[in-house]
């Protein structure tokens, strides 16, 4: 099956970098997305990596290691409205199935 | 606004009742994909559509859900005999598929409850 595992919390104050680590176990796997869902909100597309190392994207950054089946996605300079639920997810089946992670629950404070 | 659109917004219906939801894709992408989404879980992949075909189905999609896209432009999802367990968001994605690599952009959701 398919499973991928991030963390289920993380604080950090604003102005701070955080990472938030994914580890996957997929088959047919072609690519690693990080999605953003503020509550009552759709997800967001934040950024997608198919090959290993680093995409930056603004404040934004996602890495991947195929070979550890490992990828994180890094926020600079953290502001008060990056508090929300943040998903790894892997594109699998071809090309276009998404299977999400459980999310990792992001809270900046003062 | 030209994002992904769903309607309804939110459904409150009893049990047993039908409802079907509808979504309007991005309007040059070719796949559109339907999930659903229960509270502090991620999105699950239901089903998905590259223009009028249905092409993939989980077995999560229980025989009392169905799924169209008649014109390969909006699609609709009903779910028959509602059960409380159906109680979720469900989210529709579309996108431009181009060789192996594509973003899905989200619609807002529909969020259902089954009393």
């Known amino acids: 099956g398919q499973s991928l595992e991030q963390p289920s919390e993380v604080t950090a104050v604003e102005g701070a970098i955080v990472q938030i680590n994914c580890t996957y176990q997929?088959?047919?796997?072609?690519?690693l997305s990080w999605y953003q869902q503020h509550d009552g909100g759709a997800p967001t597309f934040l950024s997608y990596?198919?090959?290993?190392g680093l995409e930056e994207t603004g404040r934004f950054s996602s890495f991947l290691s195929r070979s550890d089946s490992y990828g994180y996605l890094l926020l600079q300079e953290l502001q008060m409205k990056d508090s929300a639920s943040y998903f790894c997810?892997?594109?699998?089946?071809?090309?276009?199935?998404?299977?999400f992670g459980t999310g990792t629950q992001l809270k900046v404070e003062l | 606004d030209t994002g992904v659109s769903q309607d309804p917004r939110h459904k409150i219906t009893k049990r047993g009742q039908n409802v079907t939801f509808r979504c309007d894709p991005i309007?040059?992408?070719?796949?559109l994909y339907w999930y659903r989404q229960t509270l502090g879980q991620g999105p699950e992949f239901l089903t998905y559509?590259?223009?009028?075909?249905?092409?993939?189905k989980s077995r999560l999609l229980s025989d009392r859900f169905s799924a169209e896209r008649p014109k390969g432009s909006f699609s609709t999802l009903e779910i028959q005999r509602t059960e409380q367990g159906d109680s979720a968001m469900y989210l529709c994605?579309?996108?431009?598929?181009?060789?192996?690599?594509?973003?899905?952009?989200f619609g807002p959701g529909t969020r259902l409850l089954v009393l």
């Open positions: 994605a579309s996108s431009l598929a181009l060789g192996n690599q594509e973003t899905q952009y």
């Open positions: 997929t088959s047919g796997f072609y690519g």
């Open positions: 990596n198919a090959l290993d």
């Open positions: 997810a892997s594109l699998t089946g071809g090309g276009n199935k998404l299977t």
């Open positions: 309007s040059e992408h070719n796949r």
């Open positions: 559509f590259q223009n009028e075909a249905q092409l993939e």
